[in-house]
């Protein structure tokens, strides 16, 4: 089986073209997806949204509990059906705790604190805004998906509804790349901000996710629900 693939680009990738010739089922675009690299015009869009740069060395951080927002909008549009496993006592506390834990931008802490980039996760999930941010800084990334913060009620909600709550809209956490991970948890924890080192950026290319003994990459499984 021999396939050929022109993906045209123009605006969102620097090569207007890509021509691919795939042979037999063993053949992959993998390969083709880490050698694209966004045009100018997109990559200075992105670099919008971040504050600052990671460099490779930085740790990386999640302040917040991640999925909030996702989970919030959950509970609204499937009310009724998550009525038939919880009571509604639970779920209106969970909104309300949920809400408590949403992160301001307007904290003072974050004119205050140290870090090399800085990303408030209001447009798509978490590992949406970790491909950004290392896309954005030009860096690789290894992140272990287990450390990042996540509420019960969003595990619980998510369950039932078979959703992945780390595809969830994240807005209300924040995503750090910091030379110092453990002394910034401290520092977020000494302020009432649940947070925890998840990985490190590095100087290659991939950005790799590990589940336990399961390793993908981010960019195939960053896109929010």
């Not at 205050?112 to 978490?126: D, Q, R, V």
């Not at 790349?177 to 977020?188: C, F, N, S």
Request: hydrophobic residues 40%.
């Amino acid at each position: 089986v021999i396939a050929v693939i022109l993906v045209p680009c123009e605006w969102l990738y620097q090569s207007v073209t890509f021509i691919f010739i795939i042979k037999g089922e063993t053949g992959k675009l993998e390969h083709w997806r880490k050698s694209m690299k966004l045009g100018q015009q997109a990559l200075e869009a992105l670099q919008a949204e971040i504050t600052g740069k990671i460099y490779p060395g930085d740790d990386l951080v999640v302040a917040g509990e991640t999925g909030i927002s996702g989970t919030l909008e959950l509970i609204c549009r499937e009310w009724d059906k998550l009525r038939t496993y919880f009571s509604e006592s639970f779920l209106r506390m969970g909104v309300e705790t949920l809400k408590n834990c949403m992160i301001s931008e307007e904290d003072v802490f974050w004119k205050e604190a140290g870090f090399s980039a800085l990303y408030f996760t209001e447009n798509g999930g978490i590992l949406s805004g970790l491909w950004k941010m290392a896309e954005a800084s030009g860096v690789g990334m290894d992140v272990d998906l287990r450390r990042i913060p996540i509420r019960q009620e969003t595990i619980e909600v998510c369950e039932r509804l078979d959703v992945d709550p780390y595809k969830l809209e994240a807005k209300g956490s924040v995503l750090i790349g910091t030379a110092q991970g453990d002394a910034l948890v401290r520092e977020l924890e000494a302020h009432g901000i649940h947070a925890a080192v998840i990985g490190y950026a590095d100087s290659g290319n991939d950005r790799l996710l590990h589940s336990g003994e399961i390793t993908r990459d981010i960019w195939n499984v960053r896109d929010s629900i």
